[in-house]
Antibody, heavy 127, light 111 residues
Framework: QLQLQESGSGLVKPSQTLSLICSVS??????????WNWIRQPPGKGLEWIGYIYYSGSTYYNPSLKSRVSISVDRSKNQFSLKVTSVTAADTAVYYC???????????????????WGQGTLVTVSS | QSVLTQPPSVSAAPGQSVTISCSGSTSNIGNNYVSWYQQFPGAAPKLLIF???KRPSGIPDRFSGSKSGTSATLGIAGLQTGDEADYYCGAWDSSLSALYVFGSGTKVTVL
């Protein structure tokens, strides 16, 4: 059974970089047909999709975050990572990693649905 | 402000049925698949419905999904106290700034 687990810094100072890792077990991140996503949820608010990485390394980001976000993959460790630069209090959220079923729409790989999800990790931006 | 609009809350007594609406546009629900997620307090979201109306294995058939035009609906039949949670719809938005979008979320309360 595929499982995902987030890890990383829980407290980040404003203007610094948030770094998280998602460790995948019970399956290979290199298997085709899936994309690996980051999704966040500010306290008491709804879900926001951040972006995905394909096993090949190709990425797609939420346009509103694109200038500050990067997602990378380490196939040897079966992990993928998220970095968000120049963080502010607005980046305080529970960050989830999730496997996405991929689908091709107008030549672009997009997420169809997300399953499973990691348990999530709270990242607080504060000095 | 979410691109997909859901009612903030719905409620019903145990055993009754509820429906949750998710209203969008032609750039998202109108031309792409909808999925639904259940989230208990302090827990990660869980996939309930994918590709508009399909249930993953292990999801009871009390949960159903449908789509018509630019709106989607999640139905919960035979409401149980254990169904009390937040529910989110989601879909790809193919507008100029294409991205995956989620609904604003609906709190289901079992009276």
């Amino acid at each position: 059974q595929l499982q995902l687990q987030e890890s990383g810094s829980g407290l980040v100072k404003p203007s610094q970089t948030l770094s998280l890792i998602c460790s995948v077990s019970g399956g290979s991140i290199s298997s085709g047909g899936y994309i690996w996503n980051w999704i966040r949820q500010p306290p008491g608010k709804g879900l926001e999709w951040i972006g995905y990485i394909y096993y090949s390394g190709s990425t797609y980001y939420n346009p509103s975050l694109k200038s500050r976000v990067s997602i990378s993959v380490d196939r040897s460790k079966n992990q993928f990572s998220l970095k968000v630069t120049s963080v502010t209090a607005a980046d305080t959220a529970v960050y989830y990693c999730a496997r996405g079923e991929d689908i091709m729409v107008e030549g672009v790989i997009i997420p169809d649905w997300f399953d499973p999800w990691g348990q999530g990790t709270l990242v607080t931006v504060s000095s | 402000q979410s691109v997909l609009t859901q009612p903030p809350s719905v409620s019903a007594a145990p055993g009754q049925s509820v429906t949750i609406s998710c209203s969008g546009s032609t750039s998202n629900i109108g031309n792409n698949y909808v999925s639904w997620y259940q989230q208990f307090p302090g827990a990660a979201p869980k996939l309930l419905i994918f590709e508009n109306n399909k249930r993953p294995s292990g999801i009871p058939d009390r949960f159903s999904g449908s789509k018509s035009g630019t709106s989607a609906t999640l139905g919960i039949a035979g409401l149980q106290t254990g169904d009390e949670a937040d529910y989110y719809c989601g879909a790809w938005d193919s507008s100029l700034s294409a991205l995956y979008v989620f609904g604003s979320g609906t709190k289901v309360t079992v009276l």
